[in-house]
């Protein structure tokens, strides 16, 4: 069989429901609609953290963020912030390392945002070439980030511009993953292309195409242009006559954050970005190979971002590392929707982690938040209380029916795998004995533009 293509288009706090196939009504979204026609839809797909750094290090590895330790920054943060000393190991196997090992040629186009040091760029992580920013967008020199420079735009290992203009990097990150689709359409390729937006800010960039378009202010001018940019990266597929064999995923890192005025939709769920809720975690996301995915159907299996490095092992044929492990699963029978096929995660358990601190479990329908007397809160730090809490996310999305009483077996049965995730994965001031370091340098220096 020949070896598919994968583009995996992941974009930055983008809700579940912002996009019309997962119920906008605010955002016009024609292409991502199409494609939602050609694709298995996933209801129950899941990132495996609320904030970007650690959600990105799962998608790479196919691990919990918990287990690479990257939960947490070098400065006690949820995130990685410019010039810092932790990053993604370079001896970690990342989907990009696993394919290139397989001949496939591998690109990352966008936010990277895994360690801004050279060790941890994506050209020591087994792509190929790199053109994007290494962190966040929002991550701009002020009086209150002393040290912090520019904004960068990297070509592979050098600053080509800073600071970035960030109404044009959609823009400008599409043209990008064209010319590297178009450069490698003889041989298999890998095309990570991680956008910049709707991004963190209050203020959303959008090109001037598109600024003042939609419904929804800068936020669904920078949607409409995000949907725009996949239907290009589509278009060049069919013009290419490359479609066919190819795997194209699209979703988001986490789910969209609390802003002033609101603009984003996690709806039907509850939570906003950057903590456990199901709104912060839960995922749109749209798989399409064609002949080989149903076409426009949907999927409530219990899926995760950890489990594209282990099905992309299967398909290909590229051996996974024996020497660790992997949390994600071969998924591929249940997209295919072949008969008893069901999420390992309904036996094995989902767990949702707020930087250090196990917070809830998720088994088949049931999620559970668990009993903390001392919960950490959002970004802003600080601790509070919260009770234990069961709710059928499949069929209650909102979670507006607490059902503990009704179902004490599923309480116990949930409690005991928070437990065995305790001591693999570890938990608040205590080591999981599952778990492995993160990259690490003494003295790292800022990423600038060089006179």
């Not at 039907?268 to 749209?286: H, N, V």
């Not at 009770?387 to 004490?408: I, N």
Request: overall charge negative; some cysteine.
């Amino acid at each position: 069989m020949e070896r598919p293509n994968l583009v995996l288009m992941l974009m930055d706090n983008l809700g579940y429901g912002d996009i019309g196939c997962y119920g906008s009504t605010q955002h016009r979204t024609p292409n991502l609609d199409r494609l939602a026609t050609q694709s298995v839809r996933l209801t129950d797909y899941y990132s495996c953290s609320g904030v970007c750094t650690p959600s990105r290090a799962s998608l790479m590895t196919g691990c919990y963020p918990r287990r690479l330790n990257l939960h947490i920054s070098d400065r006690g943060h949820a995130v990685l912030q410019p010039v810092s000393r932790k990053g993604l190991h370079p001896e970690e196997v990342t989907i990009a390392r696993l394919l290139k090992g397989a001949g496939y040629a591998t690109g990352c186009v966008g936010k990277w945002h895994l360690g801004d040091q050279p060790a941890f760029l994506p050209t020591r992580h087994g792509f190929d070439s790199f053109y994007g920013a290494p962190y966040s967008e929002d991550m701009t020199p002020g009086p209150n980030r002393p040290g912090w420079p520019d904004l960068p735009l990297m070509r592979d290992e050098t600053v080509i511009e800073a600071p970035i203009d960030r109404d044009t990097l959609t823009q400008r990150y599409t043209a990008e993953a064209i010319r590297f689709i178009t450069a490698n359409r003889e041989r298999p390729f890998f095309l990570y292309l991680p956008h910049a937006m709707p991004g963190s800010t209050d203020t959303p960039f959008a090109s001037t195409a598109f600024s003042g378009r939609s419904a929804n202010g800068r936020y669904g001018d920078s949607i409409e242009e995000l949907d725009w940019s996949a239907g290009e990266v589509l278009a060049t597929l069919d013009r290419l006559g490359l479609s066919q064999n190819t795997i194209v995923v699209w979703t988001s890192d986490n789910g969209a954050v609390y802003r002033n005025p609101q603009q984003g939709s996690n709806a039907p769920l509850r939570g906003w970005g950057y903590d456990t809720s199901e709104g912060s975690q839960r995922m749109p996301c749209l798989v399409r190979w064609p002949g080989r995915l149903p076409a426009g159907v949907t999927c409530d299996e219990l899926l995760t971002m950890m489990d594209w490095l282990p099905t992309m092992a299967a398909i290909t044929g590229a051996p996974l590392p024996a020497d660790r492990t992997i949390d994600g699963y071969d998924i591929r029978d249940i997209l295919a929707a072949r008969p008893g096929a069901a999420s390992p995660y309904d036996d094995r358990g989902f767990f949702y982690y707020f930087m250090d601190q196990l917070q809830a479990v998720r088994s088949g329908p049931w999620k559970l938040y668990l009993p903390l007397e001392k919960k950490r809160c959002r970004l802003g730090g600080g601790f509070t209380s919260s009770p234990l809490a069961l709710y059928d996310v499949r069929h209650d999305l909102s979670e507006d029916h607490e059902v503990s009483a009704q179902h004490p077996e599923a309480v116990q049965r949930l409690l005991a795998l928070a437990e065995a995730a305790r001591a693999d994965l570890g938990d608040l001031d205590r080591e999981g004995a599952g778990c492995r370091s993160a990259g690490w340098v003494e003295n790292p220096t800022a990423r600038r533009l060089e006179p």
